[in-house]
């Protein structure tokens, strides 16, 4: 389960990158049927990931335990940067690609942390495939107007991502089957 929700995920994601690929669906199928079947498939994608996840498969990976120290403070900084590239602040405008810099952090934080092969596969897969997507951005370029960057946005970017973290720290056996020591 968890290997082909690894290629229903992350194999359609890497094949929207390639430009040809992508625009040769899109001429093909309507707009909104493209989004809700790439939607539907990244979800159970994610479920079977989910599903399938199992931390017994240990390898010889090296774990940095200063990492786990610091994590709160990797995964508040991922936590901005992903709110960030969504609202009209100064984050967005200062960093060119916010999204890519909070999910790297985000994967890079639990491969430091995690020494299992199913952890390695999948967050390897989501920075593998963020900075794939950061280097072919430009060929993807929407034309949208931004709107003028706005202090308060950067300020409810900090408060949402405080929220978040302190969240996603007492709830995390909860939410992802994963207690954190």
Not at 131 to 157: H, M, Y
């Given at each position: 389960m968890f290997y082909m929700g690894l290629c229903l995920f992350f194999g359609p994601h890497g094949l929207m990158l390639i430009q040809p690929v992508r625009q040769r669906i899109q001429t093909f199928i309507p707009t909104a049927l493209y989004l809700g079947l790439f939607s539907l498939m990244s979800l159970f994608g994610l479920g079977l990931i989910s599903a399938g996840y199992d931390p017994k498969f240990a390898i010889e990976a090296p774990v940095l335990p200063w990492v786990g120290i610091l994590s709160p403070w990797l995964m508040f900084a991922a936590f901005f940067f992903l709110i960030a590239a969504n609202v009209p602040g100064w984050t967005r405008y200062r960093v060119q690609h916010p999204m890519t810099l909070g999910i790297s952090l985000w994967a890079l934080?639990?491969?430091?942390?995690?020494?299992?092969?199913?952890?390695?596969?999948?967050?390897?897969?989501?920075?593998?495939?963020?900075?794939?997507?950061?280097?072919?951005?430009?060929?993807?370029?929407?034309?949208?107007?931004?709107?003028?960057?706005?202090?308060?946005?950067?300020?409810?970017?900090?408060?949402?991502?405080?929220?978040?973290?302190?969240?996603?720290?007492?709830?995390?056996?909860?939410?992802?089957?994963v207690e954190l020591s």
């Amino acid at each position: 389960m968890f290997y082909m929700g690894l290629c229903l995920f992350f194999g359609p994601h890497g094949l929207m990158l390639i430009q040809p690929v992508r625009q040769r669906i899109q001429t093909f199928i309507p707009t909104a049927l493209y989004l809700g079947l790439f939607s539907l498939m990244s979800l159970f994608g994610l479920g079977l990931i989910s599903a399938g996840y199992d931390p017994k498969f240990a390898i010889e990976a090296p774990v940095l335990p200063w990492v786990g120290i610091l994590s709160p403070w990797l995964m508040f900084a991922a936590f901005f940067f992903l709110i960030a590239a969504n609202v009209p602040g100064w984050t967005r405008y200062r960093v060119q690609h916010p999204m890519t810099l909070g999910i790297s952090l985000w994967a890079l934080t639990h491969l430091a942390v995690n020494p299992d092969l199913h952890a390695w596969l999948m967050f390897g897969c989501f920075f593998v495939l963020v900075v794939a997507s950061a280097l072919t951005a430009s060929g993807r370029q929407k034309n949208n107007p931004k709107p003028a960057p706005r202090w308060i946005f950067d300020g409810l970017t900090l408060g949402l991502a405080s929220g978040l973290t302190f969240c996603v720290y007492t709830f995390h056996g909860a939410l992802f089957g994963v207690e954190l020591s």
